[in-house]
């Protein structure tokens, strides 16, 4: 039989790294955009037995004996999937959003194609072409990017690139971008073109699916999305698309990108697509949304830019130079996970520090609004910052600021007092 033993005694070792980890959880206050809290049962989903079983192909027709029940949970995510978002099919096997890009593009596209997509420095994806990365190695990459004045998408440059270029795929969906995408306006441009016109809504799918945000699905015909951001799910990825890129999309998740099935974790994105339709999801993604309106508010208030004058969704990018002209991302985002506040520098745009230094911040609110944080908590946590990175030569002023964090902290805690961390 299996050692049915607690963690804490088969591997005191990892079990204190883990419970180390819910304290550093508990004790700062998370700003990263592209994180969140689980919840109990989610981890329970996401630790469960279906982690045992290999399933490779798809429900009705598996390469294995035994996959009745993991047949039954498989398709219980797809068609929550597609009902909460209103698409035509649905693939919850690709493993995180990178992997959906990948299975995205080559479903349709032969490697040297052209795919047209937000400038990495800008906004896009290490997977919207980045040399690093599988998509520049693999495919032709044009960049647009965003206007210098306004610093929002500039619709006239994407389509006189897709003319210029006629790609056979436009990407839209980004990282650090923080207002509205026209989707209809890129379809059109798409149209033009007869391109394919992909969404990556990694960052923006929990907004889209409580309605805080539009919903591309109708305009794109192929979404790709992850499940752990506001979605507030496990790791993992899910793919969106037209029925008539079906076939193709599935083929080019398993054989092409993946082998087995993660059935755990497409146990636990089943359950998340059931919990984002459900009423107070809707409230919660509509609280990020306000949150972030709130916090950035508050610190431009206090003197520091917010990226094209504000935001429309659970992010936004900071410019620092407008606080002081040395202070540097990487400065910046040290000294307040220091003291407290977890998020991550991040380049603006047209930005002359390199990626690994940045002028900017990007905050997130989706993991303060699961905490129980409201507009004014963001109000005071936007305060505490700017006065933090204000007073950083100052270690007596800052503490002033950092025992505020604390109590912050304290009083809405991502979880129970007495939790180890794990189901
Ligand atoms: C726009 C966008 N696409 C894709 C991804 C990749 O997701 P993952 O980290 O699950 O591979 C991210 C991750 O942050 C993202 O922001």
Redesign the pocket.
Known sequence: MSDMRPIEQVDPLLAGLIQKEVDRQRSQIHLIA?ENYISMAMMQASGSVLSNKYSEGYPGRRYYEGCAIIDEVEVLARERAKRLFGAEHANVQV???????LAAYNAVLEPGDTILGMRLDQG?????GSPVNFSGKLFNFVAYGVDEKTEQIDLDQVRALALEHRPKMIVA????YSQLIDWAAFRRIADEVDAIFLV????IIGLIAGSAHPNPTPHADIV???T??ALRGP???VILSREKFAKQIDKAVFPFAQGGPLNNQIAAKALCFELAGRADFKTYSNQIVRNAKVLAGAMDDEGLRVISGGTENHMFLVDLRSLDPDLTGKEASQFLDDHGVTLNRNAIPFDPRSPFITSGLRLGTPSVTTAGMMQEQMVLLGKLIVEILRKRIDPYSVTLYTDQIRELADAFPAYPEDFAGHA
Do not use: E, P
């Not at 896009?124 to 919207?128: D, V």
């Not at 990556?200 to 960052?203: I, N």
């Open positions: 592209s493993h995180s959003g990178s992997q959906a890009n896009g994806h290490l997977t919207h969906g980004y990282s650090a990556d809504a990694a960052h790709t999305a992850t752990h951001k790791r993992g990825g």
